[in-house]
């Protein structure tokens, strides 16, 4: 396995069209055929990842970042906080498939887990779609669990079927004398 120099960058407005692009080329990369149709795709992509989604997104708050491999541009992420709830919600982690098993995406999976802890919220939740098995065993391997299946009807017949996924934010309690701040 190589080891890149990951960092993190803002994605702003401005950005949306090169989000959306990069969106598109990972979820026709990954997910056909064997966890979308065709049809599926574009359809659940088209209600998340079209530009002017994404920018009403963004424009409610939610933080987008850039995934950096060196100088390039691998993947991106999307999380924001829910107060109420005590808990940080992971939208969006999406790697370019030449970059899978590098351990990109555990790093960007650990900047959120700490953003969550340093908050002090008590959990952070994501979906999945069910079929997704490699994304599932990358998300079991940061500490996440399976917390529910939940199936969303979002019309023309189309639902999605996805596991919420939840890891448990170590409590900041001892975390100062424990000489570990924060998640792994």
């Given at each position: 396995?190589?080891?890149?120099?990951?960092?993190?960058?803002?994605?702003?407005?401005?950005?949306?069209?090169?989000?959306?692009?990069?969106?598109?080329?990972?979820?026709?990369q990954?997910?056909?055929?064997?966890?979308?149709?065709?049809s599926?795709?574009?359809?659940?992509?088209?209600r998340?990842?079209?530009?002017?989604?994404?920018?009403?997104?963004?424009?409610?708050?939610?933080?987008?970042?850039?995934?950096?491999?060196?100088?390039?541009?691998?993947?991106?992420?999307?999380?924001?906080?829910?107060?109420?709830?005590?808990?940080?919600?992971?939208?969006?982690?999406?790697?370019?498939?030449?970059?899978?098993?590098?351990?990109?995406?555990?790093?960007?999976?650990?900047?959120?887990?700490?953003?969550?802890?340093?908050?002090?919220?008590?959990e952070?939740?994501?979906?999945?779609?069910?079929?997704?098995?490699?994304?599932?065993?990358?998300?079991?391997?940061?500490?996440?669990?399976v917390?529910?299946?939940?199936?969303t009807?979002?019309?023309?017949?189309?639902?999605?079927?996805?596991?919420?996924?939840?890891?448990?934010?170590?409590?900041?309690?001892?975390?100062?004398?424990?000489?570990?701040?924060?998640?792994?």
């Amino acid at each position: 396995m190589r080891d890149y120099d990951v960092t993190f960058s803002p994605i702003r407005l401005e950005d949306v069209q090169a989000v959306s692009d990069m969106s598109r080329r990972i979820w026709q990369q990954h997910y056909l055929p064997d966890i979308l149709t065709e049809s599926e795709l574009e359809y659940f992509w088209q209600r998340a990842y079209a530009p002017a989604r994404l920018q009403a997104h963004m424009d409610s708050g939610v933080c987008y970042e850039w995934i950096n491999a060196g100088a390039s541009r691998v993947g991106f992420l999307a999380y924001g906080s829910e107060p109420a709830e005590h808990r940080l919600h992971l939208s969006k982690l999406y790697l370019e498939p030449a970059f899978h098993g590098c351990g990109i995406g555990s790093r960007a999976l650990r900047r959120v887990q700490q953003h969550g802890y340093e908050e002090g919220l008590k959990e952070v939740t994501l979906y999945v779609f069910r079929g997704n098995d490699k994304a599932i065993r990358a998300y079991a391997r940061a500490g996440f669990s399976v917390e529910r299946t939940e199936m969303t009807e979002c019309g023309k017949g189309y639902r999605y079927d996805d596991y919420v996924m939840i890891y448990q934010i170590p409590s900041r309690e001892g975390q100062e004398t424990s000489g570990r701040p924060g998640p792994p």
